[in-house]
Nanobody, 122 residues
Framework: QVQLVESGGGLVPFGGSLGLSCAAS????????MGWYRQAPGKQRELVAV???????TYADSVKGRCAISRDNAKNAVYLQMNSLKPEDTAVYYC????????????????WGHGTQVTVSS
């Protein structure tokens, strides 16, 4: 079984910075893409940023220039550095692993973390 564990959420002031970390554990052979999504109260979950195993990144327009995603393939870990935070960044942030290949199992799988709360005070 694969588990994703996030850390680093919390309360930050307007304009502050915060770093999120996520590590995947289990019998993982490879992960095609890892990323961060967020869900604010009353809204749908949305992409924040994603990074492939080759280092290709994609960002939501709302966070471009303010966020940086990085990844450690050897550790099956993904990181998100967020700067110049705004109240509208307040949400539960979820780690995602997509295209996961597991030892002794056919197919590719998708997993989610339980989420970490990020609150930006105005």
């Amino acid at each position: 079984q694969v588990q994703l564990v996030e850390s680093g959420g919390g309360l930050v002031p307007f304009g502050g910075s915060l770093g999120l970390s996520c590590a995947a554990s289990g019998s993982i052979e490879s992960i095609a893409a890892m990323g961060w999504y967020r869900q604010a109260p009353g809204k749908q979950r949305e992409l924040v940023a994603v990074i492939t195993s080759g280092g290709r990144t994609t960002y939501a327009d709302s966070v471009k220039g303010r966020c940086a995603i990085s990844r450690d393939n050897a550790k099956n870990a993904v990181y998100l550095q967020m700067n110049s935070l705004k109240p509208e960044d307040t949400a539960v942030y979820y780690c995602n692993a997509d295209g996961v290949v597991i030892a002794t199992q056919l197919g590719k799988y998708r997993y989610w973390g339980h989420g970490t709360q990020v609150t930006v005070s105005s």
